[in-house]
């Protein structure tokens, strides 16, 4: 028995949007958090202290982030369901760029959903107060987690705006 091709759940959003995609999505974060890292324990900065800012600036960022990319996407519904987006339905490449456009918007509403969750409960844990020896082998690796989920959050809607641009365009399409 033949396999049918994924075009519904994870695995098609997955499929669309693909590990080149993620890769080449997380050279700024990668690198972004990294110097933070690095420039924090530089300067000999409390990483709690600086972690601690950081989610408190990431949870009130990305949840508006995610009302602004819900809103994108139906902008690009509305494109895709009209009449100028029925020839491009109606071919393989089209019907693929659909689906590329779909998992790039479930995918980066799927990584600001895991940012929101990790930096709460970060926080609720940072909040407990809880005294360890040498604290900067925990606290360092979960501010680089922290600041690389949220650079990734914000870095991605670069890619939304370019998807709703191109829907945009199919408007000029004879």
């Given amino acids: 028995m033949k396999n049918k091709p994924h075009i519904f759940g994870w695995k098609a959003v997955l499929k669309g949007y693909g590990w080149s995609c993620f890769c ?3 050279i700024l974060p990668l690198f972004a958090s990294s110097a933070l890292c690095v ?10 202290v600086q ?3 950081l989610i408190k600036h990431g949870i009130s960022i990305i ?3 995610v009302a602004l990319i819900l809103t994108a996407y139906t902008i690009m ?21 659909i689906q590329n456009l779909n998992s790039s918007f479930a995918f980066c509403l799927l990584v600001s959903t895991i940012s929101i969750i990790v930096m709460i409960i970060v926080s609720s844990i940072a909040d407990l107060g809880i005294e360890i020896k040498n604290a900067n082998f ?3 690796p979960t501010y680089f987690c922290v600041c690389f989920l949220c650079i990734y959050s914000v ?4 890619g939304i705006i370019i998807d709703v641009f191109n829907c945009g365009q199919t408007t000029l399409l004879e």
Wanted: charged share 20%.
């Fill in 63 to 65: 949840p508006a982030m």
């Fill in 155 to 158: 870095s991605i809607l670069i």
């Fill in 24 to 26: 080449s999505d997380c």
């Fill in 39 to 48: 420039l924090a324990h530089i300067a000999n900065a409390d990483i709690l």
């Fill in 138 to 140: 925990v606290n360092y």
């Fill in 77 to 97: 519904l509305t494109f895709i369901t009209g009449d100028k987006f029925e020839s491009i339905k109606n071919t393989e490449k089209g019907r693929k760029l």
């Fill in 51 to 53: 972690l601690q800012q």
